[in-house]
């Protein structure tokens, strides 16, 4: 079993759904990292979040610790959200992530 | 800043050739990493190191050696390239993960084909 497992593996979805993209994992954990990856582009940390719930515009991140399970959230997505979306956790002493699979979003005008 | 700079961006290499990934980073950052990614996996790890003159394998490093001599250089060395390494490598940094504070910073990736 992945250390990380993420769901749906595929989303695709109208421009302005609502999009869910979750993330369960069997370690336990200091903090979890949400990152975005574009088609043919470099990979960009989008949240760090070790508790609660954090928003970036219309990102928000939500972290369950005694559940070890995180979603992601978009609110009115637009078609330049489509991308991967990664979630990965610290381990071996916090020297190094390991990640999920990733979640390719397609949002559709 | 120029945060994590790995060059070259795209290579194509015949099987049997050798190649060096370049990734500086200008942030002061302990720890460095390489990446894998293969088509519609996930990352995988295939060195890293926590500070100048000390490395570590990850998941997956045969057939690719590394050194870090500063704190800013951390080259990808590929001795004898094989077709199975065709993959898009990045670069990563960080100044750990300990704190759950410190994000991790990545380079633009190389795209590397093996023919």
């Known amino acids: 079993k992945n250390e990380v497992e993420q769901s749906p593996q595929n989303l695709t979805a109208q421009e302005g759904e609502f999009i869910t993209i979750n993330c369960s994992y069997s370690v336990g954990i200091s903090a979890l990292h949400w990152l975005q990856q574009h088609p043919g582009g470099g990979i960009v940390s989008l949240f760090m979040?070790?508790?609660g719930k954090k928003k970036h515009g219309r990102l928000i991140a939500t972290i369950n610790i005694q559940e070890k399970h995180s979603s992601l959230h978009i609110t009115a997505s637009h078609p330049r959200d489509s991308a991967v979306y990664i979630c990965a956790v610290p381990i071996q002493g916090a020297q190094k992530l390991v990640f999920g699979q990733g979640t390719r979003l397609t949002i559709n005008p | 800043n120029a945060g994590v700079t790995q060059t070259p961006k795209f290579r194509i290499l015949k099987i049997g050739q050798s190649m060096t990934l370049q990734c500086a980073q200008d942030?002061?950052?302990?720890?460095m990493y390489w990446y894998r990614q293969d088509p519609g996996m996930g990352l995988k790890l295939i060195y890293y190191s926590v500070g100048a003159g000390i490395t570590d394998k990850g998941e997956v490093p045969n057939g690719y050696n590394v050194s870090r001599s500063t704190t800013e250089d951390f080259p990808l060395r590929l001795e004898l390239a094989a077709p199975s390494q065709t993959s898009v490598y990045f670069c990563a940094s960080s100044y750990g993960f300990g704190t759950g504070a410190n994000e991790a910073f990545f380079g633009q990736g190389t795209r590397l084909t093996v023919v």
């Open positions: 942030m002061n950052h302990n720890y």
């Open positions: 979040l070790s508790s």
